[in-house]
């Protein structure tokens, strides 16, 4: 199971992103195992809004609705577990988001975290040691 991150699911839609190909080639190959935490969700709609457009994010809607990605609602522990890596890394300035999505592969025990925020998941020592994918 690869949890994503709001950087990498960007750039999967994003055919003009430098990283496209890159996340793209990680999603493909692990298409049903891709699991979008909630606190992903607001971040990609207003930056698909603002950036893709209206379309754009009315087709991302629309995917969540179908089914086309799985997405994990999570549970109180998880915000929990958010602030205890806030607190631990507050030099960092996690926030929430990034947060929420370290304690859901921590919970999940996702082999790998697609992200391309190496700044802040590169700095975080997590349980279980999910990799950072797509590879550099």
Known sequence: MVIADTSALL???DADDQNH?????SFESERTGWVLPWA???EIDYMLMKYGGAAVERAFVQDLA?????????????ITRARELIERYNGFNLGLT???????AERLRARAIATLDRRHFGAVTLKGSPELIPVF
């Open 11 to 13: 750039a999967l839609f």
């Open 98 to 104: 990034d947060a929420i999505v370290m304690a859901t």
């Open 21 to 25: 190909e890159a996340v793209r080639e």
């Open 66 to 78: 179908e089914g086309r990605f799985v997405v994990e609602w999570g549970q109180h522990r998880d």
């Open 40 to 42: 992903i969700l607001p």
